[in-house]
Nanobody
Framework: QVHLVESGGGLVQPGGSLRLSCAAS????????MGWWRQVPGKERELVAQ???????NYNAVVKGRFTISRDNAKNTIYLQMNSLKPEDTAVYHC???????????????WGKGTLVTVSS
């Protein structure tokens, strides 16, 4: 019942910046851990960053110091500020969320359709 919509992707030059957003909507009772994953054709999906409801974060080592994940719980939205972008950051970036539809339900996980980030000169 939870719908995730990513936005903010596009074409940027190496060294540039982009800010991705992921807005959650639907019938969830709670929205817990959320994160960003990325994938390129022929490659395994890899974690970019995660953030808990309380704001604790975890980053893939290759983006530490360049990317910052954050969330606005009042807006049910997470963000990914991407600075100093490199060509190897090119990928489809997917939002992920863990949620419950009711207090008595088991946690579930859902994915957004993704937003394309292309880093090229």
């Amino acid at each position: 019942q939870v719908h995730l919509v990513e936005s903010g992707g596009g074409l940027v030059q190496p060294g540039g910046s982009l800010r991705l957003s992921c807005a959650a909507s639907g019938g969830f009772w709670s929205l817990n851990d959320m994160g960003w994953w990325r994938q390129v054709p022929g490659k395994e999906r890899e974690l970019v960053a995660q953030i808990t409801f309380g704001g604790d974060t975890n980053y893939n080592a290759v983006v530490k110091g360049r990317f910052t994940i954050s969330r606005d719980n009042a807006k049910n939205t997470i963000y990914l500020q991407m600075n100093s972008l490199k060509p190897e950051d090119t990928a489809v970036y997917h939002c992920n969320a863990v949620f419950r539809t009711a207090v008595y339900n088991d946690p579930e996980r859902t994915w957004g359709k993704g937003t394309l980030v292309t880093v090229s000169s």
